[in-house]
């Protein structure tokens, strides 16, 4: 029978900067996780907003540094010099686990046969103010990688790494500004790590106006996941591990990429299409972002044609409108 003594140590780390409206509900879904043994260390980064009066009410709950303001992966790697887990859970101080996150995702970690280096989950996607909360899922399929080129639901809070791991390849990147968390990921994959699907989403990842990292500037946050998924393309090429199931996720991400970049950066939008077209054209089923009438268009007329059909539709579905 298992004891709290074998079970591996798990370090939740939390990362907090002018986060005085949720923090407390963070640090909350932390203590409250039904595993044991587990420590929750918090780095408050230079918040003005009252977030360390908040932190420090929790006392010896918590173990608790203050520093100077210097970015959430700066403060990520201070939590994780402080950590003594094995694992660890980093948490954004606006987002919350479900009380059984932890839980079942090391019972998962304990029936593997093989060891695992990180555990990949969805989230719960909470929209605010109004409330809504989606569950999302991750493509169901054991490779981490597909998941990564499509950019899945993948996201910090939702993900569990092993401590020497994240160690092995430096941590997190200081100055890296967006797509942080997949930016890490890539080096563990090209590091040889070992990612799991552990498809339940038990973390609430919340959602609201466009002050995340990601959504202050998308066509960075664009640039930045090609840039990345790029590189993983490069990796998985040169191993020999690059299949039709990569082939097909690389020219969906692509062409959903390009589409979004449309408005603001036409140019780099036809790239991107021309580089999904250049290793194969798939028919796609799953992605609402890749209508078959778009894609019916595309391939006939080439992709601007479609983009811009696609706007005159939208054009007079808005003018037929009562």
């Not at 949720?22 to 230079?46: C, H, M, N, T």
């Not at 403060?75 to 606006?94: C, F, I, K, S, V």
């Not at 552990?198 to 202050?216: D, F, H, L, M, P």
């Amino acid at each position: 029978m298992e004891t709290l003594r074998a079970r591996p140590l798990v370090s939740i780390l939390i990362p907090a900067y002018n986060a005085a409206p949720w923090v407390r509900q963070a640090v909350e879904s932390a203590l409250a996780q039904e595993y044991e043994p587990k420590e929750v260390i918090v780095a408050d980064d230079g918040s003005t907003d009252g977030t360390l009066a908040i932190l420090r009410s929790f006392g010896e709950a918590i173990r608790l540094e203050a520093l100077s303001h210097a970015g959430g992966n700066a403060a990520r790697n201070r939590l994780t010099e402080l950590a003594r887990g094995e694992w660890l859970q980093y948490l954004d101080a606006d987002d919350a686990l479900l009380p059984h996150k932890i839980r079942n995702q090391m019972r998962f970690l304990a029936d593997r046969r093989s060891e695992l280096d990180v555990i990949c989950s969805p989230p719960i996607l909470r929209e605010e103010p109004s409330g809504r909360e989606t569950p999302l899922e991750l493509a169901d399929d054991g490779d981490g990688t597909v998941n990564y080129i499509r950019w899945g639901a993948i996201q910090t809070s939702s993900l569990l790494f092993r401590r020497s791991a994240v160690c092995e390849v430096g941590a997190w990147k200081i100055d890296q500004p967006a797509c942080q968390e997949h930016e890490l990921l890539l080096r563990l994959i090209r590091a040889g790590k070992r990612l799991g699907i552990w498809n339940e989403a038990a973390t609430i990842y919340r959602v609201y106006g466009t002050g995340t990292v990601s959504r202050k500037n998308p066509l960075r946050t664009i640039r930045l996941r090609m840039e990345l998924t790029d590189e993983l393309e490069a990796f998985l090429q040169g191993a020999g591990r690059l299949t039709d199931t990569h082939r097909k996720a690389l020219y969906i991400a692509r062409m959903e990429s390009a589409r979004s970049a449309w408005i603001q950066d036409p140019e780099f939008a036809r790239e991107l299409a021309r580089k999904a077209a250049s290793r194969g054209r798939w028919w796609v089923k799953d992605s609402p972002a890749l209508p078959p009438s778009f894609q019916i268009t595309a391939f006939l007329f080439g992709f601007e044609a479609a983009q811009r059909i696609a706007a005159w539709r939208r054009g007079r579905k808005l003018k037929d409108r009562p």
